[in-house]
Structures are given as C-alpha cells and as structure tokens.
C-alpha cells in the first residue's frame, strides 16, 4: 500500500518550474531516497509536503487521503537548514515543539523525558541551547524530529552537518524506527549515503523524474556488463578477445567488459582455461554513476530539445 | 486554550518579558517618570532647611529687614570690609550686604564668598526689595494696602457657549490629553512594531522558522507573534503606570505639599468637560488598529530580509508616515479643525496619532461626527487589507535566503494566490 501517492505535481515560481508534473509513490513502512542535483526540485517536494508552500495543481494523497493540514501532526520534518531557539532550555525546548505537533503538554513531557533519557541526555535538561556542543545540539534537533511518534519522516540532506558519530546514531535510530513501521523519506545529492539504506529511489532532475524503482531493479536496469575476476594464482594471466575485454587490470584481479550479448557463463568458461579463479561477481554500477549518467544524458536531451 | 497560535503567543510572550533587557526597562522608566515628579518637590522640601545670616551694614539707616524661615538679617555697626570678611570666612555670616547711603540713586552690594550661593543672592534680593518698597511706602506716603488694591488680579474667565448654557473652557486639559495620547501611540507604534519585526528576523536568521511553519501554519505564526508583543506592550506599560504611581506614593509626596498634585487635581477636574469615554474609545481603537497595522508590516519586513541593514531601506518608508504625524501634531492641536488636520486624520497611515489628537478637542466641534466614523471604516478596511497583504509576504518570506528582496518582488508575492 503507498503512503504517499502523489500525481502530476506541478510548481512554478516567478517563471521558473521547479516542479513539472511529479508523479510518485512511497510505499508504506519503506525507505525511499528522493535523489537529484543541487536545484532539482527536492526541497520544493518536501516543503509542499510539509505545507510549508503551496502547489499550482495536482494531487498529493497522505495514507489514502487528500493532504490537508491535519495530517502535518503524523509528519517529522528535519530541514536541510537546521536552527533551534538559543537561548531556550533543551527540556523546554523539545516539548514546546512537541506541543506545537499537537501533543498535550503532559504527553510532551513524559515522551521528552522518555527519550532524553534513551539518549544519555537527562542531564542537559535544564541547559540553554547555545550551552551545548554542536554535536549535542544535533542530537536535540534529532529528538525534536521524532518526539511526536510521526508516521511519516522526511529528511532533507539528512547527513549534511551531522559528524561521523552522529551520523551512525542516526542511521542505527532510522533503521530501528522504520522497522517499527515508521515511512522514511530522504532527500540528498549525497548518493553513497543513502545507497545501503534505502529500499526505493527516485532520481529528480530540473524538476522532472529521470527514472524510479526499488534500488537492485534501477541497478540492474544500468548494468553495463562488467565482471570481476580474480585468479588463485598470482601468475594467471587473463588473454582479452573480441568478446571479453580487458577493462582493467591489477596484478591477478581484472575487471572484464562484456562487449556482446554473451551470457556470464560463457565468460566464466573462457576465463577458467587461464587459472584457478576465486572470485567472480558481476559489477553492478553504484548510485552514483548511475545518478552522474542519467543526469548527463537528460540535461543532454534539455539541450538537443 | 492549545491551539497552536497560543503557544506561540506564549512562548514568545514569556521570552520576552522574562528577557532581562525587559525587566530592566520596565523598572528604570518609573523610576525616571517618578523622579519627574518627586526630584522638584523634593528639592523644595528639604534643599533649604539651613536658615542663611546675612550682615548688613545700612548706611541709609532707614531700611528694615525682615527674618523669615530660610534668612535672617543682623545689622552691623561697622563697614570695615575685611573684618566683615574674616567673619565670613569664620561662618559668622553667609554674606554680607552693603546698603548705600542714598537709596534713590544709590546701589547696595552683596559679598559672596563663592559664585555658587545662587539661592542666598534670589533671598537677599527680594528680601532688599522688599524692604526697599516700604521704604518707599513711607516716603511717599502710600498705603501698602491701597497698592494692594491697586494691584489686585482683574477677573477674567474664559467660557465656552453650549448647547447646556455657557462651561468653563477646558483648552489647558485638552491639549494634555492630545499631546500625552499622541506621544503613547507613536511610541507604540514604533518601538513594539520595531520589536514584532526583530522577533521574526530573529528566527528567520537562526532558522527555526522552517521547523515552526512545518508544524503550523504561517499566518499562525505571523499573529501569533504580533500578539504576543501586543501584550509584552500592555505589561509593560500597566507596570510602568503601577510602579511610578507606587514610587510615588511610598516616597510621601501627598497631595498637600505638592504644587503638581494641586494641578493633577485641577486637571481632573476639567477633564468633567471633556466627553472621556469617547476619548478613551478613540485611543483604545487607534492604540489598536495602528499597532495591528504597522505591527503586521513590520513582521512583513522581517520576514522579507535576513540582515537588518537590509531592514533599513524597508523601515524607513514604513515610518515616515509616524514620524510626518508627529512633526504636525504642534500645528494640530492649534487649529484641530483645520485642512492638515482633516486630511493626516483621515489617511490611515497618520489617522492612529492624529484622529485622537482631534478628538481631543472635542467631537462636533474640532472633528465632525461623519469624519469621525469615516476615519474609523479607513482604519479598519487598512488593517483588514494589511492583514491580508502582510499575511501573503510573510509566507513567501520566511523561506526567502540570500538576497535583499525589491519592491516588485514583495508586490509578487502579495499577488500569488
């Protein structure tokens, strides 16, 4: 079942599209990464998500109906840009955004204390913000996104400004909401983060989807058929022809092109006359390149049109 | 009450006056409106409790001198000038007053031993002048009491012709009124507007707004906030008035010893003649109204840009109409029925500061009654207009980063639905 059904969005500013008839569908209880270059319209999505902006047409469905603002209570937002008040009291300060998710001040507090507590935090209850450390304020911008219990989480450039420790927290806590349930939605120009975490992506270009699906089935979409082999022996030599050739090589270790349609176990019969082999694997191409290739071939098309 | 524009108004509302830049405002203004009152009276009460000695060598012999709480005279036989100066020196005497012989064409001197005794020179005149008239008196064979009559104040009482006969005039209390009514507004007006737009530069630049505008709406924040500085606003003049009333108070200056209570008093009572209610209605509406009006433009402002000297070329066209209705409140209250007049009260933008200004003076006399209410439908369709104009570029400029917005790009944002 999708969670977030969204059909033809569209977007402009002041003569700008920056949306031009998004289509999507987040499906309940997944992660899904919202992938796209600086300006492709991800933080646009988001906000119009959140209701923070208004969209031109379209429809946008939140667990099977219409968005309306009611539904902004079950969303955890944590913005690209990230700001607390300073001069607030962390305890205060989380059960005040709390509230503002539309808990009760009893709630509020007993849930802040609750995960304050989880994390190591109780201590810093009655601390003003710009007290803390920037890695500690992370932490509380953190506790502030969760604290309502939301259904859905939106993350935008989640990885952005947190530092190594964070970050893993980050993801152990993700990993461990979303197995309870919880739909997760990323949204970053960093590929290689999100890459293990994800079950779905969208790739986002100048305000158009360049392509979708569950990560393997994009992967595999892309594969340029390449293979990797290693031999047993240092002195095996692999002996490229018209069919297999040679990509790279390291010592023992070669990266082999697939020029024809030939099946790998044809290329895996062909190598074997050359040594014992201990490793074979297709390589598939990371994010990444796919996101660089398919971002060149449609600013490509922009052009030619 | 949860709803989420309450807690904004609470969160903002407690950060504010538990500011400590609040709290200390909030107790030096008494402090100094007291001292405005009490420092005066004060300063009369107990600066001259030392009673001065004047020696005075009256070479006329003809002049009497008479004593009295704060001076005494003691005539000496001698004229020797540096014994007198020694005895000066030795505090037998404050100063010392030289009388001439001939006291038509003659001129007495006084000796000082520094420039600072400015109140013994005031004493020693009027008590020389004094004793010079009845000299005078004698010489001339006048009865003091038939100068006395002579002199005696002519009678003249100002009235005014009414519908219920003629009233005593009440200019004096009237332009109290007009001009204490139209500094409050402008005060208002322009420090809590100023206040309302830093509050919300203050969370565009450090951030926190994209978070709050995820979780409620913006036109919630926006009046959230502007309400919450309405009331810091209210706090802090309902304990400006409280404290200095207090100060006041504890420090004994009643009404008997106090020639400004005497005035506060008959400023009261010629407040009788004046229709009160209807001025405080009219304040109340204006303090309102215009705080809504420029409140809600200048957290436009702030919402806009996000350095304040990006603010400046903003605010400066904001308050030029405060500031133009400030210059000819003067003018106003001399002739409050005049074109100036008519039209600053009309136009919204200067209506807060000078419609109560006209009031002042009197409705169906300085301001017609379909002037009146036609200014008040001005004001609210303004506000009504403002609320609605502001609302729409405050949610387009919060999220709005880097640079400094134009006029065309505000305008575009109104017009967007």
Known sequence: MSFIEVKDLKKSYDGHQALKGLSLCVEQGSIYGLLGPNGAGKTTFIRILNRIIVYDSGQIYFDGEPLEQKHINRIGYLPEERGLYRKMKVGEQIIYFAQLKGLTFGEAFRRTKKLMKKFDMLTWWNKKLEELSKGMQQKVQFLITIIHEPDLLIFDEPFSGFDPINQEMLKAEIQELNNKGTTILFSTHMMASVEEVCDSILLLNNGQKILEGPINDVKIQHKQNIFSIIYQNPDSHFVENDVFRIKEQKNNNYLIQVTSGAEPNSLLRYAMQFGEIRHFEEVLPSLNEIFIQSVQNSNLKTVEQ | ?417
Not at chain 2, 17 to 43: E, G, N
Not at chain 2, 169 to 194: C, E, P, W
């Open chain 2, 1 to 417: 009450m949860n709803s989420k524009w309450w807690l904004i108004l609470k969160r903002e509302y407690l950060f504010r006056v538990k500011k400590k830049s609040f709290i200390l405002i909030t107790l030096i203004m008494p402090i100094l409106l007291a001292s405005f009152v009490v420092l005066p009276v004060y300063l009369m009460n107990n600066a001259n409790k030392k009673t001065y000695k004047v020696a005075v060598f009256d070479a006329s012999n003809s002049l009497t001198f008479s004593d009295t709480k704060e001076i005494k005279f003691e005539q000496v036989g001698t004229n020797n000038m540096e014994q007198l100066k020694t005895q000066s020196e030795k505090k037998d005497y404050d100063a010392v007053l030289q009388v001439p012989k001939d006291l038509d064409h003659g001129e007495a001197v006084l000796y000082l031993l520094s420039d600072k005794d400015v109140k013994i020179t005031d004493l020693v005149r009027s008590a020389y002048q004094q004793a010079i008239e009845q000299y005078r008196f004698k010489k001339y064979n006048v009865k003091p009491q038939l100068l006395a009559q002579i002199k005696a104040p002519a009678k003249l009482s100002v009235l005014k012709w009414t519908e219920k006969g003629a009233t005593k005039s009440s200019v004096g209390v009237r332009i109290i009124l007009a001009t204490f009514g139209a500094v409050l507004l402008y005060f208002f007006m322009f420090l809590y507007g100023g206040l309302a737009m830093r509050s919300v530069m203050e969370e565009k630049v450090n951030r926190v707004v994209e978070l709050i505008v995820s979780s409620v709406r913006p036109i919630e924040l926006m009046f959230g906030k502007i309400l919450a500085i309405l009331f810091v606003a209210l706090t802090q003049f309902v304990l400006w008035g409280v404290l200095t009333f207090l100060i006041i108070k504890s420090l004994g200056i009643s009404e008997q010893n106090s020639s400004f209570m005497v005035q506060v008093n008959q400023a009261l009572q010629m407040l009788k003649h004046v229709n009160i209610g209807l001025w405080i209605f009219s304040f109340l509406f204006f303090f309102l109204t215009g705080y809504l009006l420029y409140g809600s433009w200048f957290a436009a402002i702030g919402s806009a840009v996000d350095v304040e000297t990006d603010a400046q070329q903003f605010v400066f066209p904001l308050t030029l109409p405060i500031i133009f209705a400030i210059i000819f409140m003067q003018p106003i209250i001399f002739n409050p029925d005049g074109q100036l007049a008519f039209w600053l009260s009309i136009i919204p933008f200067t209506s807060p500061i000078i419609m109560p200004v006209r009031i002042s003076f009197g409705i169906g006399e300085a301001v017609m009654w379909w002037e009146y209410i036609l200014s008040l439908i001005l004001m609210i369709l303004t506000v009504w207009g403002s609320l609605w104009a502001t609302a729409k570029i405050f949610r387009m400029g919060i999220l709005f980063y880097g640079k400094r917005p134009s006029y065309k790009d505000l305008w575009k944002w109104i017009k967007q639905k």
